[in-house]
């Protein structure tokens, strides 16, 4: 009898720990406090922080360990405002890999310069997703729901819209927070707008972009070139087209960051027709960087 209730345990604990959705490396930089007396505070911090994402279940559905989604979040403290609170920014990166392939496509790499939270070593953290409880848990549910929204848009055509509703009811609860960054009076480019834009019909071919970019392209590419380019070919067409109606939105921002030396290296091994269109239109589409996407032109393949 006791090595049946054993084994349920041991079953039980496993089923979870392969239950959960991420694997999220956490960094915490404190350099620019002064002293040493808090590096033990800093250092709990981060350990809270990894078990708070790692440990909480997100979805409910089931991941395997290889079925994790790879991420990173960093934390740059900039400022001790008082002996629990603090200041500075969180960034956040992210991954998917490329079917057939040992090969990780950059999916988010966004750096959020509002970023001011409480903690106390003491305090467990906790997370609800009916009310705002503090500011330090509900960014990093945010990020998290992106993050996962992101990974399933590029899956299934708009697989992510559960998740990325959840940060949006994020940002409803926190408007009455006192932190910044939660507003769309504040700025053009920060929480609020992420979701408004992810969620927005206006922007609705940026979310097309993830998945024909990545499960009809990217996935193709190393058994279908020319197919999976003309698919990459459509995605970057899409976003173009949004940028042509809507310029400069962060969405079309977030995509062109982690993308833009993505493209150069996929269609600098194009056909000469490929490699023009495909250079125009991210020229139009990111003109600030247009020098860039002469790269794409260089060394055609011969048809």
Same mark, same amino acid.
């Given at each position: 009898?006791?090595?049946?209730?054993?084994? +349920?345990?041991?079953?039980?604990?496993?089923?979870?720990?392969?239950?959960?959705?991420?694997?999220?490396?956490?960094?915490?930089?404190?350099?620019?406090?002064?002293?040493?007396?808090?590096?033990?505070?800093?250092?709990?911090?981060?350990?809270?922080?990894?078990?708070?994402?790692?440990? @909480?279940?997100?979805?409910?559905?089931?991941?395997?360990?290889?079925?994790?989604? /790879?991420?990173?979040?960093?934390?740059?403290?900039?400022?001790?405002?008082?002996?629990? *609170?603090?200041?500075?920014?969180?960034?956040?990166?992210?991954?998917?890999?490329? #079917?057939?392939?040992? #090969?990780?496509?950059?999916?988010?790499?966004?750096?959020?310069?509002?970023?001011?939270?409480?903690?106390? *070593?003491?305090?467990? +953290?906790?997370?609800?997703?009916?009310?705002?409880?503090?500011?330090?848990?509900?960014?990093?549910? #945010?990020?998290?729901?992106?993050?996962?929204?992101?990974?399933?848009?590029?899956?299934?055509?708009?697989?992510?819209?559960?998740?990325?509703?959840?940060?949006?009811?994020?940002?409803?609860?926190?408007?009455?927070?006192? *932190?910044?960054?939660?507003?769309?009076?504040?700025?053009?480019?920060?929480?609020?707008?992420?979701? /408004?834009?992810?969620?927005?019909?206006? #922007?609705?071919?940026?979310?097309?972009?993830?998945? %024909?970019?990545?499960?009809?392209?990217?996935?193709?590419?190393?058994?279908?070139?020319?197919?999976?380019?003309?698919?990459?070919?459509?995605?970057? *067409?899409?976003?173009?087209?949004?940028?042509?109606?809507?310029?400069?939105?962060?969405? @079309?921002?977030?995509?062109?960051?982690?993308?833009?030396?993505?493209?150069?290296?996929?269609?600098?091994?194009?056909?000469?027709?490929?490699?023009?269109?495909?250079?125009?239109?991210?020229?139009?589409?990111?003109?600030?960087?247009?020098?860039?996407?002469?790269?794409?032109?260089? /060394?055609?393949? %011969?048809?």
């Amino acid at each position: 009898m006791k090595k049946i209730i054993l084994f +349920l345990i041991i079953l039980f604990f496993g089923f979870n720990i392969l239950a959960q959705e991420l694997d999220c490396r956490i960094q915490i930089n404190y350099s620019s406090i002064q002293g040493t007396s808090n590096e033990k505070l800093f250092q709990a911090m981060q350990q809270s922080l990894y078990e708070f994402i790692n440990n @909480t279940k997100w979805t409910n559905n089931v991941y395997s360990k290889d079925e994790k989604i /790879e991420c990173n979040i960093s934390i740059i403290v900039s400022e001790q405002i008082s002996s629990d *609170e603090f200041k500075g920014s969180i960034q956040i990166t992210t991954s998917r890999p490329v #079917y057939a392939t040992s #090969y990780l496509s950059p999916m988010l790499n966004y750096r959020d310069q509002e970023f001011q939270f409480k903690y106390n *070593e003491f305090e467990p +953290l906790e997370f609800n997703q009916n009310t705002f409880t503090d500011n330090l848990t509900s960014v990093l549910a #945010y990020y998290i729901y992106i993050i996962i929204g992101f990974d399933y848009d590029s899956f299934a055509h708009f697989g992510g819209t559960p998740y990325f509703q959840k940060a949006e009811k994020i940002v409803q609860n926190a408007q009455s927070a006192q *932190e910044a960054g939660w507003k769309s009076y504040e700025s053009t480019k920060n929480r609020y707008w992420i979701t /408004e834009n992810l969620l927005g019909e206006q #922007y609705s071919q940026l979310r097309e972009f993830n998945y %024909t970019y990545h499960r009809l392209g990217m996935d193709k590419l190393a058994d279908k070139p020319t197919e999976a380019r003309a698919a990459i070919e459509q995605a970057v *067409e899409n976003l173009r087209n949004v940028q042509r109606r809507r310029a400069n939105s962060i969405l @079309t921002t977030l995509i062109l960051t982690v993308k833009s030396d993505e493209i150069v290296n996929i269609f600098s091994d194009a056909f000469s027709d490929e490699k023009a269109r495909v250079a125009n239109m991210m020229k139009e589409t990111d003109p600030a960087n247009s020098s860039k996407y002469d790269g794409i032109l260089r /060394e055609s393949k %011969t048809e």
